[in-house]
């Protein structure tokens, strides 16, 4: 069995050592550094959370990080408490008043929704920020919110090391050509479905 063992880690470390070459090769080959268009949408859990994620490592990495909220409005929520704790680092502002079936109010929605861009737009075009987190602006443009077209015109003119990371569901196609890295969270299971409430430390 010793014997058997030793042969099976021996061929373990030489595939680890073929693979660790390739990659290699792979990872020299990548040489551009750049500001990414980033989107988070599908029907699964995760968009913002991966989304604040990355924010929590720009902290890390002592870099600007503005997060502007579409469609949520001021609750208490677990990240706000944590991102209130860098505030030369972050800033994290909620400017929407909530679900849109819940508001009821397409006019005060699309107002909202104008001056949360309005935000996103000066802190994208300030090269002070180093990356901006759109929060649920798809929803916005599914809704026809906001003309899809002027997010389109300031991402291609967005300083060249800037983040922008739009989540929500329904991205549209147009948004998703543009973008560097589009991630579709699937839908699996969700225990909401189960009867199981919101939680904090979860959904907030």
Request: glycine content about 8%; hydrophobic content about 45%.
């Given at each position: 069995?010793?014997?058997?063992n030793?042969?099976?880690?021996?061929?373990?470390?030489?595939?680890?050592?073929k693979?660790?070459i390739?990659?290699?090769?792979?990872l020299?080959?990548?040489?551009?550094?750049?500001?990414?268009?980033?989107?988070?949408?599908?029907?699964g859990?995760?968009?913002t959370?991966?989304?604040?994620?990355?924010?929590?490592?720009?902290?890390?990495?002592?870099?600007?990080v503005?997060?502007i909220?579409f469609i949520?409005?001021?609750?208490?929520?677990?990240?706000q408490?944590?991102?209130?704790?860098?505030?030369d680092?972050?800033?994290m502002?909620?400017?929407?008043?909530?679900f849109?079936?819940?508001?009821q109010?397409?006019?005060a929605?699309?107002?909202?929704?104008r001056?949360?861009?309005?935000v996103?737009k000066?802190?994208?075009?300030?090269?002070?920020?180093k990356?901006?987190?759109?929060?649920?602006l798809?929803?916005a443009?599914?809704y026809?919110?906001?003309?899809?077209?002027?997010?389109?015109?300031?991402?291609?003119?967005?300083p060249?090391?800037?983040?922008?990371?739009?989540?929500?569901?329904?991205a549209?196609?147009?948004?998703?050509a543009v973008?560097?890295?589009?991630?579709e969270?699937?839908l699996?299971?969700h225990?909401?479905?189960?009867?199981v409430k919101?939680q904090?430390?979860?959904?907030?």
């Amino acid at each position: 069995m010793p014997l058997e063992n030793a042969n099976i880690d021996l061929k373990h470390k030489e595939k680890m050592k073929k693979i660790q070459i390739v990659k290699a090769k792979i990872l020299a080959g990548k040489t551009v550094e750049k500001g990414l268009v980033i989107v988070h949408t599908g029907a699964g859990k995760g968009k913002t959370t991966a989304a604040l994620g990355m924010a929590i490592r720009m902290i890390g990495h002592g870099m600007k990080v503005s997060i502007i909220q579409f469609i949520k409005g001021a609750m208490d929520t677990g990240e706000q408490a944590v991102f209130d704790a860098f505030p030369d680092l972050v800033e994290m502002r909620p400017m929407g008043e909530g679900f849109t079936w819940d508001t009821q109010d397409r006019a005060a929605d699309i107002a909202n929704v104008r001056a949360a861009w309005e935000v996103c737009k000066s802190r994208i075009m300030d090269p002070e920020w180093k990356m901006v987190i759109c929060d649920e602006l798809n929803i916005a443009l599914r809704y026809d919110y906001l003309p899809l077209e002027e997010v389109l015109e300031v991402l291609a003119n967005k300083p060249e090391d800037t983040h922008v990371v739009i989540t929500g569901r329904n991205a549209r196609e147009e948004l998703i050509a543009v973008a560097d890295l589009v991630t579709e969270m699937s839908l699996v299971k969700h225990p909401f479905r189960s009867g199981v409430k919101a939680q904090a430390g979860v959904e907030f």
